[in-house]
Every structure is written in structure tokens, then in C-alpha cells.
């Protein structure tokens, strides 16, 4: 991890200009991050679901703490053979988006 300034070259969805921020490799690393009181950040709703519950963190709000909901999409060609383990993938995928549509 390191603490830098912001680049032009850089990724900045979210990202106060001008201010130190923490660049990590997942967002759990960043969740920990956040819930050590290090920072803040985005995270997903259903990883922090149990922290906003308890108290832990709160929803930021404000100039540059906005309520982003962003659609993903899986797709896959339908005739094509997969193996093993690109089928569990699919399948925990799938079942991710049924338990989400709930």
C-alpha cells in the first residue's frame, strides 16, 4: 500500500483531488482500512451490512459522498463447453443474482 497525491494518469472515480488516499489490491483489504479508522471509501452494501447495523460505520453524505448504485453483468456464450471449475463460477454467480433479486 502506499500514500500518494492524485495523478492525472490515475484512476479517480470517487476520489477527493489533492488529498492523500490509500491505493489497495481488494476491497477487503480497503475494508479493513475503513473499519481501523484509517480512511474512508466505497465499499458494497452487502460487505458491510453487519458494521452499518451495528454502529460500526455510518453512510457519509455530502459534496463528495454520493449513494452510487452500479449495475454488473456476467455473460457467457450458451453453446460453448466449459470445465469444472468455470461452471462453478457460474453457478455461484447465479446464485448470487437470485439470492440479490430477493
Not at 6 to 11: A, E, L, N, S, V
Not at 58 to 83: C, P, T, W
Request: charged share 25%; with cysteine; net charge neutral.
Amino acid at each position: 500500500m502506499d500514500v500518494s497525491s492524485i495523478g492525472k494518469d490515475k484512476f479517480t472515480f470517487g476520489v477527493v483531488e489533492h488529498a492523500n488516499h490509500w491505493t489497495v489490491s481488494d476491497i477487503y483489504i480497503k475494508k479493513q482500512i475503513i473499519c481501523h479508522g484509517m480512511g474512508w471509501g466505497r465499499l458494497p452494501t452487502y460487505l458491510i451490512q453487519d458494521e452499518l447495523k451495528s454502529g460500526k460505520l455510518q453512510l457519509l453524505e455530502g459534496e463528495f459522498f454520493d449513494n452510487r448504485v452500479m449495475q454488473l453483468s456476467a455473460i457467457r456464450l450458451q453453446n460453448k463447453v466449459r470445465g469444472e471449475v468455470a461452471e462453478q463460477v457460474w453457478q455461484s454467480l447465479t446464485a448470487i443474482a437470485a439470492d440479490l433479486k430477493k
